[in-house]
């Protein structure tokens, strides 16, 4: 049995995917759906399992409608020192968080999500997304690049010089 | 008042939770199956106690253990010939309309499954517009004249993009679910075409009946509402 505290951890999930209440309860409803059909997978911990159900049912959606569209990796762009602790020291006004958070793509959204409110580290976000985890912190890269050019979001005057934590 | 953008992120998303209906919701989807599990091992315990008592019945009685004997042959014999004959029966119509339950299965799932409409809309030429993402327009069909447009959403079907129309809802809450998509046969297989003569065929899943047939170079696959059996 899924728990609240679980179902709310995935519909916040879910929510940081396609930012609408209605669709997130849907992810979550199918994505319960599927785990009950027997068989049932015996885990001991069902969040990754029920995770990844959840991303695979919205990329699918999107893939539909055509607008998911996996950005270009590109090699040369990988530095190692972009880990996600670089996104540490970022301030932003609270009230701009909302039209932050419009502004981002599903998967950078998904990224943030994963770092600041289930406290994922680089390889485990690495390994949710299934994705090499240089081309994730090419990604890291260019998503600080892009909040710090959104202007709503800056370096915390600690954080300035410090950012390879 | 600038906060870390961490500290941001976990106060924004903490903040939204699923509703109290939500959850009851989802609760429920869970018990249905923990039911359905008790079911599952009520039924095997009993299926065990079923075999031990074969079995002692068995080492009591040579003669029981003849009967039981004949009893298997007779009943493996009347099950050879049901098979046989269903089978011949429906392998020519499975080679006829290889991808009918398959069709029938997906369309019922999402029948079922209700999603929110992407459109709200009972004209098929403002559907058409407003489906702008389809490689396809939206057609009328002479099998499909009383259903009663509510809206639509993008859907697929055998992963080929589609368009999921829904009827409005009848006073008792009934209503269909009409999927048309570009019929592209290497994928969808042999299928009856109107414009030749042929009819709709009808396949069931789990309790739904889903009529499918190509018109206009559209694969028609609409659900049947109680009222219309």
Known sequence: MIDESQLNRLYRYALSLCAESDVAYDLVHGAIGRFIEPPVPELQDPMPYLMRSVRNAFIDQQRHRQRYSHQAFEEEQVLQDFHLKVLESLVIDEHLLEQLLEMLSAE????????????YSTQEVADLLEMPKGSLLSKIHRLRKRLLASEWVR???QGEGGRYA | MPKSLKAGLQSHFESSSLSEEQLAALKKLQGIQNGNEAILSKTNNLAAELKVESSNAQRKSPASFTLSFRSLAALFLLVSTLSLSWWYQTSSDVKAWPKADAIAAEVVYNHLKQRPLDFVDRELGELN?????????LQRSALSENFQLGGGRYCSLLSIPAAQLRSVQGKEGEYETLYQVDYRENIFGDLPIIADGQSAIVRYHKGVAVEIWVDKGILFARTISEERM
């Open chain 1, 108 to 119: 950078e959204g998904e990224i943030l999500y994963l770092w600041a409110v289930e406290g």
């Open chain 1, 155 to 157: 370096e915390s005057a």
């Open chain 2, 129 to 137: 517009r407003r489906f702008s993402q389809l490689d396809f327009r």
